[in-house]
């Protein structure tokens, strides 16, 4: 549960809150009701995203349910810092994609005072922690873990699992390349891969011997 930090004047330190889940999951809707709610109480806030973050809009970070706000794309964490110079919060989204200095741009804002709010996937589509997130989450005052649907049990889904042979660890995509999975659902999907994975190598080993025999 996530709980507003209340304000005592004498501490001038920020502080910084994730969002973090699967595909599907609520994290950037979630992301744009906080900052929308600051620049509601005339807070100066700027939003971030990272550059290879094109799905929806260049400029905007935009939700799968197509609620948006304005933000600045950066190539690398260092921009961050040099862009959020006098702002009261700041909101950064897609966060596993940027390089591990995001942590340390996250840590240095809230040290100047900056309520920095950051959303991304907290595991990649094999299901292993993703990029500097788990830094991140260890690091924030305050963590919010949002969940999607599974498609396949109607469970609780925290896995994004990826439907296409595509194995690179980056790969922009909605519905056509991912689907939220639950624990169990996900857990025999990867295992029906592995198999799929063994059926193809037995192939080209017997392929390999008939060739050599003929």
């Known amino acids: 549960m996530f709980l507003e930090n209340t304000v005592n004047h004498k501490e001038q330190f920020g502080w910084i809150e994730v969002i973090s889940g699967s595909m599907f999951s609520g994290k950037t809707e979630e992301l744009i009701r906080r900052l929308k709610r600051a620049q509601f109480a005339k807070q100066k806030v700027e939003i971030f995203k990272p550059l290879v973050d094109t799905r929806y809009n260049e400029e905007m970070v935009v939700s799968h349910d197509a609620n948006e706000i304005r933000s600045t794309p950066v190539p ?38 900056v309520r920095v709010v950051v959303a991304g996937l907290d595991m990649d589509f094999k299901g292993n922690p993703f990029g500097p997130m788990p830094a991140l989450m260890a690091t924030a005052e305050y963590v919010t873990k949002v969940h999607a649907v599974c498609t396949r049990t109607g469970n609780l889904a925290n896995y994004s699992f990826r439907k296409s042979n595509n194995d690179k660890l980056v790969l922009l995509g909605e519905t056509e390349e991912y689907e939220p999975l639950s624990r169990a659902a996900f857990y025999k999907a990867m295992l029906k891969e592995k198999v799929k994975e063994i059926d193809v190598n037995v192939e080209e080993v017997e392929a390999k011997k008939k060739t050599s025999h003929g």
Do not use: H, M, P
């Open 76 to 113: 690398a964490a260092a921009n961050i810092r040099l862009l959020a110079d006098d702002c009261d919060v700041v909101g950064i989204d897609e966060a596993q994609f940027f390089d591990d200095e995001i942590v340390t741009v996250c840590n240095d804002l809230a040290n100047r005072g």
